[in-house]
């Protein structure tokens, strides 16, 4: 890899920090170089140097390059070491919070997409009632939230391949799917937990209390004005003390950060002050 490539590298990768709070260390350089070559093709720029003038002074293009990055992609389970860590640390808490109140435990995925995260924590839900004794008087419900309706009409159906369940784990699969025609179907145990809206994250929270919002994946899409109001409006619709998850490559930008304690910076959980 040529010097220059090199600097190109580092240089889209402090652009996107700053601008969106979008860490890609962890991408290798080759990756971003293709990425960023694929860009230059298909953008109004000539090279290069001519590409990285344009994507920092652009938002638009911003959000072009992210999606050359291919990260605008969901899945079950994506980085299982999270939804473990937001089971244990996060949602079985939160239910024995609970335990004697005749309590509802109220979980937001906000940006489900076409719904694998939206059922993965409905799996996580159930499965601690199950563990913490709790299946008959606690009930948990996730509501999943996008801004694409025809994602959550794909959502809504939970019909998926083989290939799109690949990483639920066999026995999940076994006990919340039904197996058809080589698809699979979300059974009604899920469903029953599940509700769907169709909402634009920029606007004012139409649900609140939830205790627990997850919201992965989707910050990196805004600009840094909108990246706060988004954070602020996921903030309103918490309850005091809720958790907020992000993606495992965002951060919380600004001022509103001031809001919420970072409770585990690996897997990005945070708390929301009082
Ligand atoms: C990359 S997907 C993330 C899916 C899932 N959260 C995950 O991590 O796997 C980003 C989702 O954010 C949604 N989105 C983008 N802007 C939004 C907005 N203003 N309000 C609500 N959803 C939005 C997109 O429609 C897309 O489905």
């Known amino acids: 890899m040529e010097d220059s490539e090199a600097k190109a590298i580092e240089s889209v990768r402090q652009h996107l920090k700053r601008s969106r709070g979008l860490d890609i260390s962890g991408y290798s350089s080759t990756f971003v170089l293709r990425s960023l070559r694929k860009r230059v093709g298909r ?13 920092r ?9 992210i999606g050359a990055l291919s990260i605008n992609v969901t899945d ?20 024995k919070s609970k335990v004697g109140t005749g309590g509802i435990v109220r979980i937001w995925s906000a940006g489900c997409a076409t719904g694998q995260e939206l059922y993965t924590l409905a799996m996580c839900l159930e499965q601690e009632l199950r563990r913490t004794g709790n299946m008959e008087n ?9 801004l694409s309706k025809s994602a959550i009409a794909f959502a809504r159906k939970g019909v ?24 699979y179907e979300v059974g009604d145990r899920l469903r029953r937990r599940v509700r769907f809206v169709n909402e634009d994250l920029l ?17 990196i899409y805004f600009s840094r004005t909108m990246h706060d109001q988004v954070v602020m409006n996921l903030h309103r619709s918490l309850r005091p003390n809720g958790y907020l998850m992000l993606g495992r490559t965002e951060s919380l930008l600004g001022s509103p950060r001031l809001h919420y304690d970072l409770m585990d910076a690996e897997n990005r959980i945070f708390k929301k002050k009082e």
């Open 43 to 55: 953008s109004r720029a000539n090279d290069l140097p001519d590409y990285l003038r344009l994507v």
């Open 57 to 65: 002074s652009s938002e638009e293009e911003t959000t072009e390059f």
């Open 76 to 95: 079950f389970f994506r980085d299982a070491g999270a939804f473990e860590a937001l089971s244990e640390k996060v949602i079985r808490p939160v239910i």
């Open 138 to 146: 606690i009930i948990g419900t996730v509501t999943g939230g996008d």
């Open 160 to 183: 998926y391949t083989k290939e799109q369940v690949k990483n639920v784990p066999p026995q999940l699969l076994l006990e919340y799917f039904d197996e058809r025609d080589e698809k």
């Open 203 to 219: 606007s004012e929270p139409v649900s609140r209390f939830f205790d627990i919002v997850v919201c992965r994946n989707v910050l």
